[in-house]
């Protein structure tokens, strides 16, 4: 599976949009971007994810770049409830979930 | 249940003893996956179960650790002579088809957090 490389931390203000990086440069034709969040002392929570076309739901919207290198994780509307840790993963065909999480990025959403 | 199932929740053992760690996943999914998160890092991949095939077991990062899933649902982590260093929060996830569907995310429980001492 390919790597990714976030920031280690980034700070927002209420009610801002935080826009998350993520680089994804060895990401292979087949292989999914992921994101997922981790709030203080709970599991990982599954965000969004895409393939090539940019992607929105309820929680966010994922902006990846044509040569899908790169992506942008989209909060619109950051509360204080948003302030956590958010990890980008690329999942390749074999081996499900199996890719390691790296540190992700620490995003504190500030009144 | 509603969502993935991890007991106990915190715990504490001392050094040498053996603990087991229950993962309960969502009614139905296939696949079953444990991580260890060690404090301030990102996960780590323990051991993947899919199905009735063979668990791939290449995070497991030495043989005091061990883990089964018994009649496909529920899945123990067993950690033999514990060390100070296996002190980690363990992380369960499940998610509803194997690894050669794309479209699937993972979700996971609240995690053990487990104190060696």
């Known amino acids: 599976d390919a790597k990714t490389t976030q920031p280690p931390s980034m700070d927002c203000a209420e009610g801002r949009a935080a826009n998350l990086p993520c680089n994804h440069s060895t990401i292979s034709g087949n292989e999914y971007v992921y994101w997922y969040r981790q709030i203080h002392s709970q599991g990982p929570q599954y965000i969004i994810h895409g393939l090539k076309n940019n992607e929105t739901n309820e929680m966010a919207s994922l902006i990846i770049t044509e040569d899908r290198k790169s992506s942008t994780l989209i909060l619109p509307h950051a509360t204080l409830r948003d302030t956590a840790v958010y990890y980008c993963i690329v999942r390749g065909r074999t081996g499900g979930f199996k890719t390691i999480f790296g540190a992700g990025t620490r995003l504190f959403v500030k009144a | 249940g509603a969502g993935v199932s991890q007991s106990p929740s915190n715990k504490v053992t001392e050094k040498g003893k053996d603990v087991e760690l229950r993962c309960d996943p969502i009614?139905?999914?296939?696949?079953l996956y444990w991580y260890r998160q060690s404090l301030g890092q990102g996960l780590e991949f323990l051991i993947y179960f899919q199905g009735n095939s063979a668990p791939d077991k290449s995070g497991l990062p030495s043989d005091r650790f061990s883990a089964e899933r018994t009649g496909g649902s529920v899945s123990t982590l067993t950690i033999q002579r514990t060390q100070q260093e296996d002190s980690a929060v363990y992380l369960c996830a499940s998610s509803l088809r194997g690894p050669a569907t794309m479209n699937t995310e993972a979700f996971f429980g609240q995690g053990t957090r487990l104190t060696v001492v």
């Open positions: 009614s139905g999914h296939t696949a």
